[in-house]
């Protein structure tokens, strides 16, 4: 069964340093996403992107965060300075249409920012 | 805005047991609802999932969900719960905004099962 997925699995950074968190999307799938978890709190989306461009983003998608496909295959999230309050695990998702079809979640990157 | 409500954080019950999660949505028109579980350490796997239709789906792994309109609901149910159902469990709504759907979720349940 095809599957999401994400590298690396964990990742430690210092304050300040630029991250590129990556993701393999199911090959036919057409929309993608990003969420974060931080530790004891709830998913939270972040963004969607479909058709080469951001569909939505929420407002903790600041200036510092970016997506992108550099490929048919991976979906990055880079943030470019990270803070302290970006440790969290963060999702990739993909979905084949829009509506309520199924988002299909990878397992997730930890990063920790020290 | 839409919103989704799990007003019980921590649940324990003993295996062998029913089991019963709740969920409120808030949401403006007909909503596609979902149920994930996430293990620890693991991402989220989805449980089921509503769109239209019969009220009352089933999913993987012997669980079921209720949509009731007349209470904003999205209960999830299971009759006999096994060990390896513990976990954290999360409904989520799809809002459609733009071209792309992003979903909402609840702040989670966390199912401990006693032996």
């Known amino acids: 069964e095809p599957e999401v997925t994400q590298t690396p699995s964990h990742q430690v950074t210092q304050m300040g340093q630029e991250v590129i968190l990556r993701c393999v999307p199911i090959s036919n799938h057409l929309y993608f996403y990003w969420y974060r978890q931080i530790l004891g709190q709830k998913v939270e989306f972040l963004v969607s992107f479909y058709n080469n461009e951001i569909s939505e983003k929420s407002e903790i998608f600041d200036d510092q965060f970016s997506v992108e496909r550099p490929d048919g295959s991976n979906f990055t999230l880079k943030i470019r300075s990270t803070k302290l309050e970006d440790s969290a695990m963060y999702f990739c998702a993909s979905s084949r249409n829009s509506g309520g079809e199924t988002q299909y979640f990878g397992p997730g990157t930890r990063l920790l920012v020290l | 805005a839409q919103s989704v409500t799990q007003p019980d954080i921590h649940i324990t019950v003993s295996e062998g047991a029913s089991l019963e999660l709740r969920c409120n949505y808030s949401y403006g028109a007909t909503p596609y609802l979902f149920w994930y579980v996430q293990s620890p350490g693991q991402g989220l796997q989805l449980l089921l999932k509503y769109f239209s239709g019969d009220t009352l789906v089933q999913g993987i792994k012997g669980f079921e969900a209720e949509f009731k309109r007349s209470q904003s609901s999205f209960n999830l149910r299971k009759p006999s719960v096994h060990w390896s159902d513990a976990a954290e469990y999360f409904c989520?709504?799809?809002?459609?905004?733009?071209?792309?759907?992003?979903?909402?979720f609840g702040t989670g349940t966390r199912l401990q099962v006693t032996l």
């Open positions: 989520a709504v799809a809002g459609i905004t733009g071209t792309a759907s992003k979903l909402t």
